[in-house]
């Protein structure tokens, strides 16, 4: 008899599926890459909005430090040197009688002082001055001219340019000579346009030669309109008792010194019997306009980086939904929910990253450029360009995490539905 015995048949082995996928970081970045340049034109105009912003951010943060520093040498070159010190309400006003008449001699003592110099104006009593017929018989007529009385250092002290002729000096003071400098619209109405043939005003019945002629201030604009004398004339003729200001010119960084020592050195008795005028410290003057320029161009780069962001986000999303039979057959394939996400953060924080690094690039040659055309010395913190690609990297990680978490989030089999 015979048994047959039954075989079985051997079951295969069963091997468990890996749930963990083992992705490195290079395939990952690979990935990334290719995603990148497969819609280049697209990628590029994203990258432009961060371009323009970063650009803009650096641009401005260079630009308004180098204006700034440009301000205060065109401020220091003549408002920063300027004082004025004039009697106050205790003191009588512009009537006030406590300048005294050697504030000239007394104000070049102190360090700092370039050149100082008086005036006053002349009450002549109401009588007209009128040229004499030299030059030109038909400009005889007589008018009524600002008189004014000036120590010899005032000239200086304004920044007076003459147009031909000369200043009067202490010898013309101290001898109270009677000679006149017009100013350049004071010589226009009286007919007089040179002194080579020595001309002479009548002021009243006195007469007074005219041994120059201004051409420009650049402080006190009112004695271009003036008839000036020196201020030992005035006194003898014109019994005038005191000089009505001072005009200080300060060597640059002085001028706070000079405003505080200079009502003592005047009065020493009561210096609260002189006002000083003096200019605010530019360092202020350059803060104030950096402030401004930062608040304003800074405003303009947020928005051109919100922009860029925005731009970045979008297309990151848009590409999430193109892709989805991709992302299902990575997932189907053991790609983990974190391999996807990374994968889209990277080509975010990739294009962010180069609009960064590009838009440092060009606002530092904006910068250069502007300052060359303005023969200007370029200054930009040297933390500006390099942090300017990091901010441009983690906008792009910023504006690529919902499109990125939301790859992630879609399962295998709902992905390779929606793909097919």
Known sequence: MVTRTRVRPRRAPVTSVPTRSHMRGRDLAAEAVAGLLARPARVALTVLGTVIGVGALVATLGLSKTAGSQIVGRFDALSATDVVITPSTRGGGTRGLVLPWDAEARLLRLNGVR???????VNVRGELVRSVPVNDPLAAGAVQLPMKAASPGLFRAVRARLQTGRFFDAGHSERADRVLVLGANAAHRLGITRVDQQPAVFVGDRLYDVIGLLSGV???PALLGAAIMPEGTARREFALQAPGLVQVETRIGAVELIARQAPRALSPGDPGLLRVAAPPDPRGLRGAVQ????????????????????GIANVTLVSVLERVGEIGLRRALGAGKRHIA????LESTAMGLAGGLIGASVGTLVIVGVSAASTWTPVLDPWVPLGAPLLGAVIGLVSGTYPALRAAALEPVEALRAGT
Do not use: M
């Open 115 to 121: 050149a100082a110099g008086t005036l006053a104006d």
């Open 342 to 345: 990374g994968q889209f953060l």
């Open 218 to 220: 650049r402080r006190q």
């Open 291 to 310: 402030g401004d320029l930062n608040a304003l161009f800074l405003l303009l780069g947020g928005v051109s980086l919100l922009v860029g962001a925005i």
